[in-house]
């Protein structure tokens, strides 16, 4: 059994309160054997001869990070959306995955994966709605699988576009057999990537009936999916509750997640926090895309809400970023509340701490997890990011405060090392080089090994491939209008 030992490090390591909080162990160590960790102790002897030690020394070991929403196959829309609202990204980014091939799939995923893990993500439910054909989501898992990132695979019935002259005409089937049929197929397959891929499923198809709605989750939860997840804006769309949607379906459960959340209902809260299901707040393109304030610390919310990315062809990548928006938006929110008042905050609080177990256990529990992921604690999978506390940016800061030094200091660049499953992906600042997944055999990419400067250059030529296609096809331009008709979206509530 290979074993990794990690010295003389400040550990977080759970608090034993109610609350999640973590508390530091400094000058300690930490065996990986396996894929799990053995022991947490002051000094530990290396078990054997062929145990890799690395020194911690002025290091910080936290949780691998949770993302519990992202489309990582989005990697080489960068740089598009940078002013768009949700109604301009739709036609400019969700409905662009009929430009890429499945190649081109393969290696967006990859770059989104190698992206994740650069920054400490090591567990990411991936929202993939990208299923043109079967080969695009094998591609899509295969990356995934290759990256070496722990995931929940959620396999997305797509609504895709047909054409896009002389205006937008969808693909009006979501459901046909070959879909319904690679579901099961896959299921049946999974996990892959030695354990760490699990399938889950991604919907938002609710405007089909109820009978064919019930019948897919029906169908998913017997194959054994371990997440179901939709998107949810209130009021965005449509003017109804999905939640009560869901409820009235009887589809509510503890493996419901719903992504973004925003604008919710008392009502929505309870029914939620009843079932025991979950919310992904994802601040980053909630702030700009005009969703509306992420409910992370709204009444009712805090013990039923992670973190997420949503597009990383938008905004950053990290889990921590997400943190940080979170916690200093809602100050903000709170902070203009008592200055409409013409008074001001005497104390915060809401903390660094609430922050950080939203990005670790929390997004653990939202994905049924928690015994496994989401905290340093002997016997738990070995899941590890560790943070330099010596960089200009994290200096003193990690000794005063470790946590406020990750969540309100630390950038990607201080992340030097990150283990998943015991193997290490991260190490002094740079992600290790890649295995294809040979365990394919629909894949076309050649199987090799490759690095990240091989992963950069297939993403830029694939980048220009996808620009072309769209080009070609004239699927450009912002195009709103349309898409308001595409979605059924009343345009009065624009402006």
Same mark, same amino acid.
């Given at each position: 059994?290979?074993?990794?030992?990690?010295?003389?490090? $400040?550990?977080?390591?759970?608090?034993?309160?109610?609350?999640?909080?973590?508390?530091?162990?400094?000058?300690?160590?930490?065996?990986?054997?396996?894929?799990?960790?053995?022991?947490?102790?002051?000094?530990?002897?290396?078990?054997?001869?062929?145990?890799?030690?690395?020194?911690?020394?002025?290091?910080?070991?936290?949780?691998?990070?949770?993302?519990?929403?992202?489309?990582?196959?989005?990697?080489?829309?960068?740089?598009?959306?940078?002013?768009?609202?949700?109604?301009?990204?739709?036609?400019?980014?969700?409905?662009?995955?009929?430009?890429?091939?499945?190649?081109?799939?393969?290696?967006?995923?990859?770059?989104?994966?190698?992206?994740?893990?650069?920054?400490?993500?090591? $567990?990411?439910?991936?929202?993939?709605?990208?299923?043109?054909?079967?080969?695009?989501?094998?591609?899509?898992?295969?990356?995934?699988?290759?990256?070496?990132?722990?995931?929940?695979?959620?396999?997305?019935? $797509?609504?895709?576009?047909?054409?896009?002259?002389?205006?937008?005409?969808?693909? $009006?089937?979501?459901?046909?057999?070959?879909?319904?049929?690679?579901?099961?197929?896959?299921?049946?397959?999974?996990?892959?990537?030695?354990?760490?891929?699990?399938?889950?499923?991604?919907?938002?198809?609710?405007?089909?009936?109820?009978?064919?709605?019930?019948?897919?989750?029906?169908?998913?939860?017997?194959?054994?999916?371990?997440?179901?997840?939709?998107?949810?804006?209130?009021?965005?769309?449509?003017?109804?509750?999905?939640?009560?949607?869901?409820?009235?379906?009887?589809?509510?459960?503890?493996?419901?997640?719903?992504?973004?959340?925003?604008?919710?209902?008392?009502?929505?809260?309870?029914?939620?926090?009843?079932?025991?299901?979950?919310?992904?707040?994802?601040?980053?393109?909630?702030?700009?895309?005009?969703?509306?304030?992420?409910?992370?610390?709204?009444?009712?919310?805090?013990?039923?809400?992670?973190?997420?990315?949503?597009?990383?062809?938008?905004?950053?990548?990290?889990?921590?970023?997400?943190?940080?928006?979170?916690?200093?938006?809602?100050?903000?929110?709170?902070?203009?509340?008592?200055?409409?008042?013409?008074?001001?905050?005497?104390?915060?609080?809401?903390?660094?701490?609430?922050?950080?177990?939203?990005?670790?256990?929390?997004?653990?529990?939202?994905?049924?997890?928690?015994?496994?992921?989401?905290?340093?604690?002997?016997?738990?999978?070995?899941?590890?990011?560790?943070?330099?506390?010596?960089?200009?940016?994290?200096?003193?800061?990690?000794?005063?405060?470790?946590?406020?030094?990750?969540?309100?200091?630390?950038?990607?660049?201080?992340?030097?090392?990150?283990?998943?499953?015991?193997?290490?992906?991260?190490?002094?600042?740079?992600?290790?080089?890649?295995?294809?997944?040979?365990?394919?055999?629909?894949?076309?990419?050649?199987?090799?090994?490759?690095?990240?400067?091989?992963?950069?250059?297939?993403?830029?030529?694939?980048?220009?491939?996808?620009?072309?296609?769209?080009?070609?096809?004239?699927?450009?331009?912002?195009?709103?209008?349309?898409?308001?008709?595409?979605?059924?979206?009343?345009?009065?509530?624009?402006?």
């Amino acid at each position: 059994m290979s074993s990794i030992l990690l010295q003389n490090a $400040t550990i977080l390591v759970p608090s034993g309160d109610k609350n999640d909080y973590v508390v530091p162990r400094h000058n300690h160590s930490l065996l990986i054997e396996g894929s799990r960790i053995s022991q947490i102790a002051p000094q530990i002897a290396p078990p054997a001869e062929s145990t890799q030690v690395i020194d911690c020394t002025g290091k910080i070991i936290s949780p691998g990070f949770i993302d519990t929403h992202h489309h990582l196959w989005q990697t080489q829309l960068k740089g598009r959306h940078a002013d768009h609202t949700l109604i301009e990204y739709m036609p400019t980014g969700n409905l662009q995955q009929v430009n890429f091939t499945p190649e081109d799939i393969f290696w967006g995923e990859l770059g989104g994966c190698l992206e994740a893990l650069d920054a400490g993500t090591t $567990t990411v439910v991936d929202h993939a709605h990208m299923n043109v054909t079967p080969a695009h989501s094998v591609n899509g898992i295969a990356a995934t699988a290759s990256s070496g990132i722990r995931s929940i695979f959620c396999y997305t019935p $797509t609504s895709t576009v047909k054409k896009w002259k002389p205006e937008i005409e969808m693909n $009006t089937s979501l459901l046909d057999e070959w879909v319904l049929q690679q579901l099961e197929e896959l299921a049946a397959a999974a996990p892959f990537g030695d354990g760490r891929v699990q399938l889950g499923l991604a919907f938002d198809g609710f405007m089909l009936p109820k009978e064919v709605v019930v019948a897919l989750y029906d169908r998913a939860r017997k194959a054994g999916v371990k997440v179901i997840t939709t998107h949810y804006v209130r009021g965005y769309f449509s003017d109804g509750s999905l939640v009560d949607t869901l409820e009235d379906y009887g589809l509510l459960g503890p493996d419901i997640l719903l992504s973004h959340g925003n604008n919710l209902s008392a009502t929505d809260i309870e029914k939620l926090s009843q079932a025991k299901a979950w919310i992904s707040a994802t601040p980053d393109t909630e702030l700009q895309m005009g969703h509306g304030n992420p409910v992370c610390f709204q009444n009712g919310c805090t013990n039923i809400t992670a973190l997420g990315i949503d597009c990383h062809s938008n905004n950053s990548g990290d889990i921590v970023t997400q943190m940080r928006l979170a916690l200093q938006s809602e100050r903000a929110r709170r902070n203009e509340k008592l200055l409409a008042q013409e008074k001001y905050l005497r104390s915060l609080d809401v903390s660094v701490q609430d922050a950080f177990r939203l990005g670790t256990i929390q997004g653990a529990r939202a994905i049924g997890m928690a015994d496994h992921l989401g905290s340093i604690e002997v016997g738990k999978l070995a899941d590890l990011v560790v943070f330099d506390g010596e960089s200009p940016g994290m200096i003193c800061a990690a000794e005063k405060h470790p946590v406020a030094a990750i969540v309100l200091h630390s950038s990607v660049r201080d992340v030097d090392t990150v283990i998943v499953n015991g193997e290490i992906r991260k190490q002094g600042g740079r992600l290790v080089p890649v295995d294809i997944d040979p365990s394919f055999p629909e894949v076309t990419i050649a199987k090799r090994r490759v690095e990240w400067k091989d992963v950069a250059q297939e993403l830029r030529d694939s980048q220009e491939r996808i620009q072309n296609a769209a080009v070609e096809a004239g699927a450009v331009g912002t195009r709103v209008s349309e898409a308001l008709r595409t979605f059924h979206v009343d345009p009065n509530k624009f402006v």
